[in-house]
């Protein structure tokens, strides 16, 4: 009959244990595979609860070497694995990875992650780094995705970050101010103005169409002048224009615009045109054949671009935004300047408030959230009727400030 093997204390080992020279432990065992492994613990106690963990990981089918893998590991293979998302959007996914992720955070080995320390790194980028909740809520998105595939392969049981971010919003009271679309008297303003003056008229026709058709800056940038049917007053929208960084690709380093397809299914779609609309475009045209601007672009074959800069070249948000706050600026001088007491300017927004703004007259108008849905091209319907909702009671407040305002005078 064999001997038992003891440690020093007189302990019986079990198979695979033993007690090593400086009084330490270690147990040994081989995988279903054939490879062999080995871990240690200062002592017995400690030793036959990473058993434990070792034999419930094997039960489960946990991959025993996801003990030595680390995120960023993991993070590279779903670099190569990801497919289905747009260029400009898988650009950002890894710039937001790489800069808030990789230097720390990414270096922690899989296994050992738990929940609590997904909550402390979103605390840090809050409380340490000063991130919008928008910004934490790109890096969870790429996070969480690669701590599924984490799971799907077998590293780890559960992913830890499930549910993690909703409690940092939580924890921190993020605020997120909602988007107010300008009202009908700011949006005769802002239109009245560039239509006359003679600086800013060459802007006329873009934002005119964006507040007439509540089009993405990409959708309306990309436009081409086979894209819209004058005679038949319809825009078709079939593709966008974006501008990213190639960050990763070494003979594409740099940043230019590439034409993507629309942003969603829903986003492939044919818009009619209102008159403001007909003859913004007829407008647009009637200017370039005047000054002799002709499009010079030609990206990934499109060409024939309908809004262009002087140089024949595609516009690009950041100057449309750009322009807007110039002419914020000079329109609200000019109105107080007439009268200083005036109610009604411009306030401060961006091109997208343009097309919050479309989706709220057409709300006011009572049209039928379904054809709501298809103009803008959302894929959920839910997009849609968040912004009839507001819209709503927007319009439920003024139409008791009138009811007020009408009791004060009769009583």
């Known amino acids: 009959m064999a001997t038992k093997r003891k440690d020093s204390h007189r302990i019986v080992l079990k198979k695979g244990e033993y007690q090593r020279t400086n009084g330490t432990y270690a147990y040994r065992w081989t995988d279903g595979k ?13 030793l036959r609860a990473k058993e434990k963990e070792i034999d419930a990981d094997t039960n489960e089918g946990i991959k025993v070497e996801a003990r030595y893998v680390i995120i960023n590991e993991l993070y590279d293979l779903w670099v190569q694995l990801k497919r289905g998302i747009k260029d400009n959007t898988f650009e950002n996914y ?21 929940k609590s320390d997904v909550k402390i790194f979103y605390n840090y980028l809050a409380d340490q780094r000063c991130l919008q909740a928008s910004t934490i809520d790109s890096i969870h998105n790429v996070l ?7 799971v799907d392969d077998k590293y780890i049981r559960s992913n830890p970050s499930d549910k993690a971010l909703k409690e940092l919003k939580q924890s921190h009271a993020f605020k997120t101010e909602k988007r107010r679309a300008l009202s009908i008297a700011e949006q005769e303003l802002f239109l009245n103005y560039l239509r006359n003056n003679e600086t800013y008229s060459h802007w006329y026709p873009i934002f005119a169409v964006m507040l007439g058709t509540g089009m993405r800056v990409g959708e309306i940038t990309g436009l081409r002048w086979c894209d819209i049917d004058l005679d038949n007053g319809v825009i078709d929208i079939n593709h966008t224009l974006v501008y990213y960084c190639h960050r990763h690709e070494v003979e594409l380093n740099g940043c230019y615009f590439n034409i ?27 200017n370039q054949e005047k000054t002799g601007i002709k499009c010079s672009a030609v990206i ?33 001088d000019e109105v107080l300047l007439n009268d200083e007491n005036a109610t009604v300017l411009l306030p401060h927004f961006s091109c997208h408030l343009l097309r919050h703004t479309f989706s709220t007259r057409m709300c006011e108008a009572g049209i039928n959230v379904k054809v709501i849905q298809d103009t803008l091209g959302h894929q959920d319907i839910s997009t849609t009727m968040n912004i009839y909702t507001d819209a709503t009671k927007e319009m439920k407040k003024q139409e008791f400030q009138s009811l007020d305002n009408y009791l004060k005078k009769v009583v």
């Open 34 to 46: 054939g490879k062999r492994h080995e871990v240690y613990a200062r002592d017995l106690d400690d």
């Open 94 to 114: 890894k710039y937001m990875y790489n800069t808030f992720v990789r230097p720390s955070f990414g270096k922690k080995r899989i296994q050992t992650l738990k």
């Open 144 to 150: 969480h995705q690669v701590l599924d595939m984490a």
């Open 260 to 286: 993507n397809t629309p942003k969603t299914k829903a986003s492939n779609r044919k818009i009619p045109m209102i008159e403001s609309v007909k003859e913004a475009f007829l407008m647009e045209k009637a």
């Open 300 to 332: 990934d074959g499109y060409s024939d671009f309908i809004f262009v800069n002087r140089n024949g070249k595609t516009q690009h948000q950041g100057t449309l935004n750009k322009a807007i706050r110039r002419i914020i600026r000079d329109c609200n």
